[in-house]
C-alpha cells in the first residue's frame, strides 16, 4: 500500500520527496475515536480527521441513511432549480441551529468553495444594491479560508500565496490578535483596540464605500489555534456595522459544537451576514460545506440584480447523499453528543493546562474540544523553537507511537480537536499520552 501510495498519489502539503522517503501513514479501519492503521496499532484520534470527525467514527444510523439514500436517489443537481428532500430537511433543520436570522443554506462541496460563494454572494448583494464598487475584501493575519485561488488569497497564511500573486489585488489584510506574541503585549483590550484601530484605518486606506466583506474565523484554526480575547469577534463585528461592511464569520472549524457552542459566533453574541461551515456538518463520513446567508442578505440578492449578474454553482451542490449524512449526524450531535463535547472539552482544556508547567510547554490555549499548546525554547522569553516544525514533528511522531494522533503545525504548535464523542478515558489519555510524547522529545 505505501508503495502504491508513493509511486502514484500526490499529497501537495507535506514535502514531497520528504513524503516519498517517509511513506504515507496508512489508517484501515476506525471506530468512535479511535482509528487503526495497517500495521494494526490503535491509535486515538485527537485530532478528529482533520478537526472533522467532530460525531466520531462508525455510527450505524450515519452508515444506514447513506445506503438509504444511495438506493433512493444517490444523486440530484442542486445547480438550477431542482431539490431532493434530505438537502431541503437539512437546510431547514440547520437554520434552526444557526444564529439570529441566517436562514438561507447554500451547500458546497467543502469549505473552501463555501468561502469562494461567500465571495460571489457579497458581489452579488452589493451590485443588488446598486454599489457594485464595493469590491474589495479584508480578512486577518494567520485566518485560514481554503486553497482554492481566491479562498488561498484570503487565507493570510504566506506559504499558500507563493508564485501565484496572492493576496489578489482586491484583498486586504490587518494584523494577528495573537495574544501570546502580539507586539502590543498581552493585555486583551490592548489586542482589541489595536485590532479595531487597525481595521478601521484599513477601511479608510481602502475607501468605506469600496470594503464589500471583513473575514474571520472565530478562532484561528490553521494559523495555530489562535484564540482571540473576549470581545475581540464582537468589536470587529461592531466597526463592520458602523460601516455598513457585510461581516463574514468562517465556521468551518469552530461549527458543530467544535468549541461548545453548535455555532461559536452564538457564544460572541454576533449574527455574522454570512457564515461559513464543512467539517463538521458532515463529519467527515461524506464531503459537504454550507453558506449560510441572513434574512437581509439572502432577500437584498433575491430581489435586486445581483442574482442575474453572473452565475454560479457546482455539480454536487446540495448532494442528496451527504445531506442525508448531514441529517443522521445532526440526531446523533442533538441526541447527547453536542451536551457530551461541552463536557469533555472542558475536561480536554483543564487537562491540557496542566501541562502548562512542562519545560517545553510555552503556552496552551483554546476552547472546548479546540486547542493547541506552543513549545517554546525559553518560556520566559518565549523563544521560539530553532528549526520551528521539526520538534513538533517529533512530538507528533512520539505521539503516534504512543497510541495518539496529533497536528503538528511547523510554528511548533500541537493541536488537539478531539471527536465529541469521547469519553472521559479517552480524554485522560490524550493529555497523558502528550505529557509522555513532550517528555521523550525532551530526553
Ligand atoms: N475555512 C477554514 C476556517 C478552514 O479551516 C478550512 C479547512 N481547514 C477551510 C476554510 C477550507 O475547507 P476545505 O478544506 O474543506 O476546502
Known amino acids: 500500500?505505501?508503495?502504491?501510495?508513493?509511486?502514484?498519489?500526490?499529497?501537495?502539503?507535506?514535502?514531497?520527496?520528504?513524503?516519498?522517503?517517509?511513506?504515507?501513514?496508512?489508517?484501515?479501519?476506525?471506530?468512535?475515536?479511535?482509528?487503526?492503521?495497517?500495521?494494526?496499532?490503535?491509535?486515538?484520534?485527537?485530532?478528529?480527521?482533520?478537526?472533522?470527525?467532530?460525531?466520531?467514527?462508525?455510527?450505524?444510523s450515519v452508515i444506514e441513511a447513506a445506503t438509504k439514500q444511495l438506493r433512493e436517489l444517490p444523486y440530484a443537481t442542486g445547480y438550477f432549480s431542482l431539490g431532493s428532500e434530505p438537502a431541503a430537511r437539512l437546510a431547514a433543520r440547520l437554520a434552526e441551529h444557526a444564529p439570529g436570522d441566517l436562514n438561507h443554506v447554500y451547500f458546497t462541496l467543502g469549505g473552501s468553495d463555501a468561502v469562494d460563494s461567500t465571495v460571489r454572494f457579497a458581489r452579488y448583494y452589493w451590485h443588488s444594491r446598486g454599489m457594485a464598487q464595493r469590491d474589495q475584501f479584508i480578512s486577518v493575519a494567520n485566518g485560514y479560508h481554503g486553497s482554492s485561488t481566491v479562498g488561498a488569497g484570503l487565507t493570510a497564511l504566506p506559504v499558500f500565496h507563493a508564485g501565484f500573486g496572492m493576496p489578489l489585488d482586491w484583498q486586504h489584510k490587518i494584523s494577528s490578535h495573537y495574544a501570546y506574541r502580539n507586539p502590543v503585549g498581552t493585555d486583551p483590550q490592548a489586542i482589541i483596540d489595536a485590532s479595531v484601530a487597525e481595521l478601521r484605518a484599513k477601511i479608510e486606506e481602502i475607501g468605506p464605500d469600496r470594503v464589500a466583506a471583513f473575514y474571520i474565523e472565530p478562532i484561528q484554526g490553521s494559523g495555530g489555534v489562535i484564540v482571540p480575547p473576549k470581545g475581540w469577534v464582537s468589536a470587529m463585528h461592531a466597526v463592520c456595522k458602523e460601516h455598513d461592511i457585510l461581516f463574514v464569520a468562517d465556521e468551518v472549524i469552530t461549527g458543530?459544537?467544535?468549541?461548545?457552542?453548535?455555532?461559536?459566533?452564538?457564544?460572541?453574541?454576533?449574527?455574522?451576514?454570512?457564515m461559513t461551515t464543512a467539517k463538521g456538518l458532515t463529519s467527515g463520513y461524506v464531503p459537504m460545506g454550507a453558506v449560510f446567508l441572513s434574512d437581509g442578505v439572502y432577500n437584498t440578492i433575491a430581489d435586486g440584480a445581483g442574482a442575474a449578474a453572473v452565475g454560479h454553482g457546482y455539480t454536487y451542490s446540495a448532494h442528496p447523499v451527504s445531506a442525508a449524512v448531514g441529517l443522521a449526524v445532526l440526531d446523533l450531535y442533538e441526541g447527547g453528543l453536542?451536551?457530551?463535547?461541552?463536557?469533555?472539552?472542558?475536561?480536554?482544556?483543564?487537562?491540557?493546562?496542566?501541562?502548562?508547567?512542562?519545560?517545553?510547554?510555552?503556552?496552551?490555549?483554546?476552547?472546548?474540544?479546540?486547542?493547541?499548546?506552543?513549545?517554546?525554547?525559553?518560556?520566559?522569553?518565549?523563544t521560539p523553537l530553532p528549526a520551528a516544525a521539526a520538534p513538533a514533528v517529533r512530538?507528533?511522531?512520539?505521539?503516534?507511537?504512543?497510541?495518539?494522533?496529533?497536528?503538528?503545525?511547523?510554528?511548533?504548535?500541537?493541536?488537539?480537536?478531539?471527536?465529541?464523542?469521547?469519553?472521559?478515558?479517552?480524554?485522560?489519555?490524550?493529555?497523558?499520552r502528550t505529557r509522555l510524547s513532550l517528555d521523550q522529545t525532551l530526553a
Not at 458543530?256 to 454570512?274: H, K, L, W, Y
Request: glycine share 12%; with cysteine.
Open 395 to 432: 512530538v507528533f511522531d512520539r505521539a503516534w507511537d504512543n497510541g495518539l494522533v496529533v497536528r503538528a503545525f511547523a510554528q511548533g504548535v500541537i493541536g488537539y480537536a478531539p471527536p465529541l464523542c469521547c469519553t472521559e478515558a479517552e480524554i485522560d489519555a490524550i493529555v497523558e
Open 338 to 382: 453536542f451536551d457530551n463535547g461541552v463536557r469533555m472539552g472542558q475536561r480536554l482544556m483543564a487537562g491540557l493546562q496542566s501541562l502548562q508547567d512542562h519545560p517545553l510547554v510555552g503556552d496552551v490555549r483554546g476552547r472546548g474540544m479546540l486547542a493547541a499548546i506552543e513549545m517554546v525554547v525559553d518560556k520566559d522569553k518565549k
Open 1 to 60: 500500500l505505501i508503495e502504491l501510495d508513493r509511486a502514484h498519489l500526490v499529497h501537495p502539503v507535506a514535502s514531497w520527496r520528504g513524503h516519498e522517503k517517509t511513506g504515507a501513514r496508512m489508517l484501515v479501519s476506525a471506530k468512535g475515536a479511535t482509528v487503526t492503521d495497517a500495521q494494526g496499532h490503535q491509535l486515538l484520534d485527537g485530532f478528529a480527521g482533520l478537526w472533522c470527525v467532530n460525531a466520531g467514527y462508525g455510527h450505524e
Open 256 to 274: 458543530f459544537g467544535r468549541t461548545g457552542p453548535v455555532f461559536a459566533s452564538i457564544e460572541e453574541g454576533i449574527v455574522p451576514d454570512m
